[in-house]
C-alpha cells in the first residue's frame, strides 16, 4: 500500500511544481469532447509550448494548498484538465478559448497568472491580447513614430527650399 501513497505523493508533487514554476495556468472541463477532438487541442497546446495534463481533483486539491492556491479549489470538480506554461503568460488561455469558440463541450473554469487566481472572465481578457510578438510589434511601432514624423518634416522643408530657390 505504501508504494501507492509513493506514487500519489510523487503526482502531488508534481502538480505543486508546476503550478509554481508556470507563468500561466489555465484550468479547463473537457467534458463532451471527443478523442479526435481532445487530439487537436492538445496538438494546438504542444505547438504553443503549453503542457496539458489531466489529474485527479483532489491530488490536485492537495497540490493547490501546498502552492497556496486554494481559491482555485472550487473550481476542482467533475472532469477537468490543467494547461500549464512556463514561458508564454497568453498563449494557453489564447489556444484554449480559441478552442472553446469552435468546441462548445469545452469550458473554462479558472486560471493562475503569475501566481494570482483569476476568474473565467480574466482569462478571456487575456486571451483576447496580442502576442508577445504583436505586442513587441506595437512597442516598435510606436518608437519609430517620432523618429518617422522628424524625417518627413525635414524632408518637407527640404522640398520647400528646394522649390524656393528653383
Do not use: C, W
Request: charged share 30%; hydrophobic share 45%.
Amino acid at each position: 500500500m505504501s508504494v501507492v501513497i509513493e506514487k500519489k505523493k510523487q503526482v502531488v508533487e508534481e502538480i505543486t511544481t508546476k503550478l509554481q514554476e508556470s507563468q500561466s495556468t489555465i484550468v479547463v472541463d473537457y467534458r463532451g469532447l471527443n478523442v479526435a477532438e481532445v487530439t487537436e487541442l492538445r496538438k494546438q497546446l504542444r505547438e504553443a509550448g503549453v503542457d496539458f495534463k489531466v489529474y485527479k481533483n483532489t491530488m490536485t486539491r492537495r497540490a493547490t494548498e501546498k502552492a497556496g492556491l486554494s481559491d482555485l479549489n472550487e473550481n476542482l470538480v467533475g472532469p477537468t484538465a490543467i494547461a500549464f506554461s512556463n514561458e508564454d503568460v497568453i498563449a494557453p488561455a489564447k489556444v484554449l478559448a480559441g478552442f472553446a469558440k469552435k468546441h462548445d463541450a469545452l469550458e473554462i473554469k479558472a486560471g493562475v497568472i503569475e501566481g494570482r487566481v483569476v476568474s473565467v472572465d480574466e482569462v478571456k481578457a487575456i486571451a483576447e491580447l496580442p502576442s508577445r510578438e504583436g505586442l513587441l510589434s506595437m512597442l516598435l511601432s510606436v518608437l519609430q513614430a517620432p523618429v518617422r514624423n522628424l524625417a518627413l518634416a525635414t524632408k518637407a522643408v527640404a522640398d520647400q527650399k528646394e522649390e524656393q530657390g528653383a
